[in-house]
């Protein structure tokens, strides 16, 4: 039993003994009212997914129908090549099926598709989908007049603005691959992400508020361009939105100068002006690809995890609608940004698939005042909201009279994505901003599987604080002990899938021997989703934590080997190990151990200059919380460093049980002495 695995998994007995079922004003509409038509969909969909998936795909458009079965897979790597294929031979385009298929055929032109909602509260407009196929349209005839074609890899690096979802669906419209980095990441990280899918065009702003903190992002997006060029990887056209320009002080006006390449740098609204508002799409089929996102990796080097069109759309079409039990007039948001597979599953393609109307939001939850999240709510009368349990347990800081002066009762479903919440934030959750009245959809998924696979549907699950509970349609989980035998009733072990549903990835863009070693080779026959779990005696699920060299700060996953790949290249240090230590807002944060070279002493200055060094080389969520000096590290006599140790000596938790293979047993003593309490 990983050692992780067994010390998330001592959940306080207490959580189990309170069910909350679900309430029955929300069950009389409901589309799975209970949990006995859940279970017979669940079945019909393991059983008959022929049928199932065929119901599904019927709501959509194709322009031809698959020609084989709906779903082939091989899961086992001794039997060959790992691959899922759905819907194949089928034709469709995705933008197609979330815009004009909307407008022309369900008549929604004149609805609100998006209220977007900027940093400031005074910056706002609404985007009805008419208009945003129109922009899409126009955006996809200035890619095509760029020369971006079917199979073209498109960078975007964007924030939460609109155009960020005209870029992507543009993409689709054509048959782009879009790869969308997170608009927070360093010019390293984005540098990198391009070369490894090889983008010839990049997609950025001139700049972004953050609160109160400006950014400039064509400064960065040019060092990124200029770090590709330096490894012979050019990217031909960078396309700029004017965000800022034009609506800013001189003093800010002043910090958003940048370089002008006219042979490579093109502003958005000029490229726009003369584009045509119609764009045929086109047609592609189900198993093109619809986009890459890189993930963190436990090696350090991100991994491109890719989604294709049609498994896709309809999975994260269906999920939408049935786990947050979407109806007409519902107002959806989703705190999210899209350079994450959140935003890109259930910001854009899912509740766009239902013609749904979502607020999207540019800003930060504490800005102008910590009560802007329910400030949007209010104003928007949102019925589902969608966040993280890092912002839930920032929110809980300020106390509930930041809640109470505004109007919550618009809402009907909560919802929490990223890291397993604790029972204590649900609990806020569940009584303070859903004032008893809000079922909890706790949802386990990753980039990797598109969307999601384990939750509660919202009129049909009763609820446990702190369990994902049971599996969506399509998937069957299992759980697995170290031997890789399958565990029944109540257990505790690896969480595997025995077969795909349709938006799982594909393979890793470029490495598909990597994607089969990554997910496939620990357990033949199983998708090993990196995660332990527990089932308890009633069949719920419990994710209990990352069971690989995998860090989940803040609901983002960051690889242990990236922060300290990035702590090494300090001239100072000689070696580095990161692991995580809980943290109240956080989740996790990162505690790192830095032996120095000979000669180098440990400062502040140097803390602070280590700091920097990781917040400029992956984006400021990698910052470390503790840096401690370290004379050395506890290594096994193969000279493997034992995490487990470190993360013990991180939480100052002295029963290390088994240490008989270090090296090195007194290491361990010292380090307890000289353990960091406060932040670095």
Same mark, same amino acid.
């Given at each position: 039993?990983?050692?992780?695995v067994?010390?998330?998994?001592d959940?306080?007995?207490?959580e ?13 509409n ?10 017979e969909?669940y079945?019909?969909?393991i059983h ?7 119901d ?6 194709w ?5 084989g ?24 385009n ?8 909307n407008?022309?055929e369900?008549?929604l032109?004149?609805?609100?598709a ?8 005074s910056d ?8 945003l196929l129109?922009q899409?349209?126009?955006f ?5 007049k ?6 073209d890899r498109?960078?975007?690096?964007l ?18 691959v ?7 990441f360093s ?11 090889q ?6 702003a ?13 400064h ?11 490894k ?6 960078c396309?700029?939105?004017?965000h800022?320009?034009?609506r ?6 002043a ?15 000029e490229l ?7 764009c045929?799409?086109e047609?592609l089929?189900?198993?093109?690809p619809?986009f890459i996102l ?13 989604h ?6 309809l ?7 049935y ?5 007409e ?9 899209i ?29 102008p005042?910590v009560?802007?999240?329910?400030e949007i ?14 912002a839930?347990?920032l929110?809980?800081?300020y ?9 919550l ?6 919802g ?9 934030a ?12 809000c ?11 598109g969307?999601?696979?384990?939750t509660?549907?919202p009129?049909a ?8 509970t ?6 069957v989980?299992?759980?697995?002990n170290?031997h890789?035998e !399958? %565990?029944?009733? +109540?257990?505790?072990?690896y969480l &595997?899938?025995k077969?795909?549903? $349709?938006?799982?990835?594909?393979t890793?863009?470029g490495?598909h ?14 998708y090993?989703?990196?995660?332990g779990?527990?089932?308890d ?11 690989d060299?995998?860090?989940n700060?803040?609901?983002?996953l ?10 090494a ?12 230590r809980?943290?109240?807002?956080k989740?996790e944060?990162l ?11 440990f400062? !502040? %200055?140097?803390? +602070?200059e280590?700091k920097?060094? &990781?917040?400029?080389?992956?984006? $400021? ?17 193969s000279?493997k ?7 013990q ?14 090296a090195d047993p007194?290491i ?10 406060a932040?670095?």
């Amino acid at each position: 039993m990983p050692s992780q695995v067994k010390a998330a998994a001592d959940v306080v007995d207490a959580e189990e003994l309170t069910i909350y079922p679900p309430p029955p004003p929300l069950q009389e509409n409901a589309y799975v009212p209970d949990l006995s038509t859940y279970r017979e969909l669940y079945n019909k969909s393991i059983h008959r997914p022929q049928e199932f998936w065929t119901d599904v795909a019927s709501e959509f458009y194709w322009k031809s129908p698959p020609s084989g079965k709906v779903l082939d897979y091989n899961f086992d790597l001794t039997k060959g090549k790992i691959y899922v294929e759905f819907m194949k031979g089928a034709k469709t385009n995705v933008c197609y099926n979330v815009l004009d298929r909307n407008v022309m055929e369900k008549n929604l032109g004149d609805k609100t598709a998006f209220f977007w909602e900027g940093n400031a509260p005074s910056d706002s407009c609404v985007i009805s989908y008419g208009y945003l196929l129109k922009q899409v349209c126009k955006f996809a005839n200035a890619l095509r007049k760029l020369g971006v074609k079917k199979g073209d890899r498109v960078a975007i690096y964007l924030p939460m603005i609109p155009e960020l979802v005209y870029s992507m669906l543009a993409c689709a419209r054509i048959g782009a691959v879009h790869s969308i980095v997170f608009a927070g990441f360093s010019s390293d990280s984005l540098c990198e992400r391009i070369m490894d899918s090889q983008c010839a065009v990049l997609i950025t702003a001139d700049g972004v508020f953050r609160g109160e903190k400006l950014i400039n992002l064509k400064h960065i997006a040019d060092e990124a361009i200029g770090k590709c060029k330096e490894k012979d990887q050019l990217v031909k056209n960078c396309i700029v939105v004017k965000h800022l320009s034009g609506r800013l002080n001189n003093q800010n006006q002043a910090k958003l100068q940048t370089a002008w390449n006219s042979d490579v740098d093109v502003w958005l609204d000029e490229l726009m002006k003369d584009a045509g508002d119609e764009c045929e799409p086109e047609w592609l089929d189900a198993e093109d690809p619809l986009f890459i996102l890189y993930t963190s990796g436990s090696t350090g080097k991100p991994k491109g995890v890719l989604h294709t069109v049609a498994g896709y759309l309809l999975y994260t079409a269906l999920t939408f609608k049935y786990v947050f039990d979407y109806h007409e007039d519902d107002v959806y948001w989703s705190t999210a940004d899209i350079g994450w597979i959140t935003g890109h599953s259930y910001i854009t393609y899912g509740p766009l698939a239902n013609g749904a109307t979502s607020v999207m939001f540019e800003g930060i939850p504490t800005y102008p005042h910590v009560g802007r999240f329910w400030e949007i709510i209010q104003k928007y009368k949102v019925t589902q909201f969608y966040t993280a349990p890092t912002a839930i347990r920032l929110l809980m800081k300020y106390g509930n009279e930041n809640i109470e002066k505004f109007d919550l009762n618009s809402l009907k479903i909560l919802g929490t994505v990223g890291e397993p919440i604790n029972s204590e934030a649900w609990l806020w959750y569940y009584n303070v901003v859903g004032n008893q009245r809000c079922p909890i959809v706790d949802t386990f998924w990753q980039t990797e599987t598109g969307g999601h696979v384990i939750t509660p549907l919202p009129a049909a699950t009763p609820l446990k604080p702190g369990s994902a509970t049971f599996p969506f349609f399509g998937v069957v989980p299992a759980v697995l002990n170290e031997h890789g035998e !399958e %565990l029944e009733g +109540e257990a505790e072990g690896y969480l &595997v899938f025995k077969q795909p549903w $349709p938006s799982i990835m594909r393979t890793l863009y470029g490495n598909h021997e990597r994607y089969e070693n990554t997910y496939f080779k620990k357990f033949p026959g199983y998708y090993v989703a990196g995660d332990g779990c527990r089932r308890d005696k009633d069949g719920y699920i419990w994710v209990t934590g990352r069971i690989d060299d995998m860090l989940n700060v803040s609901g983002h996953l960051l690889s242990t080997a990236e922060v300290e790949s990035a702590l090494a290249e300090h001239p100072a240090v000689a070696e580095a190990a990161v692991v995580s230590r809980p943290h109240q807002v956080k989740g996790e944060c990162l505690y790192c151990f830095v032996i120095l070279k000979d000669g180098k002493k440990f400062t !502040e %200055l140097l803390a +602070e200059e280590l700091k920097k060094q &990781v917040r400029e080389k992956i984006g $400021p969520i990698a910052t470390p919380d503790f840096i401690q000096n370290a004379p050395g590290l506890p290594k096994t006599r193969s000279g493997k460093i034992m995490r487990r140790v470190l993360r013990q000596i991180a939480r100052n938790e002295k029963d290390l049980g088994d240490t008989s293979t270090l090296a090195d047993p007194q290491i361990v003593e010292v380090l307890f002495n000289q353990r960091c309490e406060a932040a670095a």
